[in-house]
Structure formats: C-alpha cells, structure tokens
T-cell receptor
Framework: SAVISQKPSRDICQRGTSLTIQCQVD?????MFWYRQQPGQSLTLIAT?????????ESGFVIDKFPISRPNLTFSTLTVSNMSPEDSSIYLC???????????FGQGTRLTVV | SQKIEQNSEALNIQEGKTATLTCNYTNYSPAYLQWYRQDPGRGPVFLLLIRENEKEKRKERLKVTFDTTLKQSLFHITASQPADSATYLC???????????FGSGTRLLVRP
C-alpha cells in the first residue's frame, strides 16, 4: 500500500499565474500519475511521471502547460502554468505498483482560478 | 478510440435493496477491471479488481462480474445502506500499462 500526501489541498489563484502541486509518497514507487477532475466530471489522466526522464503526456495535455518533475521514486510535482478559469479543477496524484494491484490516490488539490 | 461508459444518471434506491451499476467499454481489451469509490472532496478508493479470466468476484456485500464478450462489467451492492452513497468509478486496465483510464462514474444515492 501507499500513503500519498498532496500539497496544497486547495488554492485560489489569479489568472496568468502558475501553481506547483507536490505529491509525496511514503514508499518508493515505480509508477506515478497525475489526473485532473473537472467539476462534476470523472478523472482524466494528464500524464505519467517517469523517474529520471520526461513525463509521458496523454492526448490533449502538453508539457508547456503542465510541466512535471519526478526527481526520485517518492516525489513528483505538477505545475499548472499560465492559468485560466478553465483550469479550475481538482488535481490528483496517484501511484501504482507492478502486478494486478490497485492504485492509490492523494486527497487532491482543489484549484480555483479567478 | 477507447471508450468507457457508465450510467450518467444518478441511481436512487431504497436502503436494503441491491444497487447494480454498469460499466461498458469499447475498442479496449483490458486484462483487469477495477472499481473505485469516490466521496466528495476525496480521491478514489479501491474496492475490487477482477481479471479477464474471472467471471465473478465477491467481497462482503460487493459483487463484480466481468463479461469480455459483452465488454461489460456489473457492480452490485447488496443490502445497500445510506453510507454506500457515493460515486462509483470503473477503470479497465490493459496488461501492459499501469495507467488507469476511468469511466464517467455513476452516483449512487441510498435513501434511508
């Protein structure tokens, strides 16, 4: 299992600014993922955070807008850049282990852009 | 493209009844299918996993079926309780990838 801490839990930001969200895991994990959950919607995968290499982005998401760092096996950050009100969402960090096991999620970061 | 569909309308049932939620997928051959529960303001929490070679899986009041011919999974909660009220998400997963793609989720409301 894994315990995931995300910071901040919520923030209100001005449009045009950037916010960096941190994800700390209590054990070393191979796979870390970042999701976005827009109001009333399900989770959409943004990218896979790869340790030691560039993140792998899903269709519709680009590195310039959502740069991701993964400096080691227990930590990752997601930056939401040049924010607009459309970026108002919950952002969630998730980890998975090899094999047919479940994924674990952080409590999420609720972002409001004004 | 891959598509995962769940009942978009909320399911409203009386306490004690069985809730049945549906997950259909297309253009997809998952090796596993997982079900998660999400409460407002929280991240999803894992409930059950079923493999492609399993027809049915049970855990306490929960039961999941997996029909790879119909490309469908059913999630049942028997003897439902108001505490079961939440959004339930299905997530098929291919064998070669650890990433989860979620369905749209179904909100369950259990009336006392």
């Amino acid at each position: 299992s894994a315990v995931i801490s995300q910071k901040p839990s919520r923030d209100i930001c001005q449009r045009g600014t950037s916010l960096t969200i941190q994800c700390q895991v209590d054990s070393q994990v191979t796979m870390m993922f970042w999701y976005r959950q827009q109001p009333g919607q399900s989770l959409t995968l943004i990218a896979t955070a790869n340790q030691g290499s560039e993140a792998t982005y899903e269709s519709g998401f680009v590195i310039d807008k959502f740069p991701i760092s993964r400096p080691n096996l227990t930590f990752s950050t997601l930056t939401v850049s040049n924010m607009s009100p459309e970026d108002s969402s919950i952002y969630l960090c998730s980890v998975a282990f090899p094999g047919d096991t479940e994924a674990f999620f952080g409590q999420g970061t609720r972002l409001t852009v004004v | 493209s891959q598509k995962i569909e769940q009942n978009s309308e909320a399911l409203n049932i009386q306490e004690g009844k069985t809730a049945t939620l549906t997950c259909n997928y297309t253009n997809y051959s998952p090796a596993y299918l997982q079900w998660y529960r999400q409460d407002p303001g929280r991240g999803p929490v894992f409930l059950l996993l079923i493999r492609e070679n399993e027809k049915e899986k049970r855990k306490e009041r929960l039961k999941v079926t997996f029909d790879t011919t119909l490309k469908q999974s059913l999630f049942h909660i028997t003897a439902s309780q108001p505490a079961d009220s939440a959004t339930y998400l299905c997530a098929p997963r291919a064998d070669s990838s650890y990433k989860l793609i979620f369905g749209s989720g179904t909100r369950l409301l259990v009336r006392p």
